[in-house]
Nanobody
Framework: QVQLVESGGGLVQPGGSLRLSCEASGSIFSSSAMAWYRQAPGKQHELVAA???????NYTDSVTGRFTITRDNAKNTVYLQMTSLKPEDTAVYYCNVPMVFLAGTIMYWGQGTQVTVSS
């Protein structure tokens, strides 16, 4: 069983920065991708950034150049460094780890952490 615990959310002014962390307890594959999603009120769940086991990354267009996803496999932790934050980044941010087995894929989710960008 894998549990994901996020931290680092909060209230920040436009232009500010935050760093989100997500620590996985239990065994995850070092080859597993890890990702951050977000959901703003009244909007669909959105993939923000993802990182593969070998460190390849991809970002949604709206955060490219402002957000950076990294991982520390030794700590089973994924990070999301967010800079130049905008009010439209306000959302609940969720950590995600898809574990791929022969029988199928299990999607693990954290409980979410609120990020509010407001003056």
């Amino acid at each position: 069983q894998v549990q994901l615990v996020e931290s680092g959310g909060g209230l920040v002014q436009p232009g500010g920065s935050l760093r989100l962390s997500c620590e996985a307890s239990g065994s995850i594959f070092s080859s597993s991708a890890m990702a951050w999603y977000r959901q703003a009120p009244g909007k669909q769940h959105e993939l923000v950034a993802a990182i593969t086991g070998d460190g390849s990354t991809n970002y949604t267009d709206s955060v490219t150049g402002r957000f950076t996803i990294t991982r520390d496999n030794a700590k089973n932790t994924v990070y999301l460094q967010m800079t130049s934050l905008k009010p439209e980044d306000t959302a609940v941010y969720y950590c995600n780890v898809p574990m791929v087995f022969l029988a199928g894929t299990i999607m693990y989710w954290g409980q979410g952490t609120q990020v509010t960008v407001s003056s």
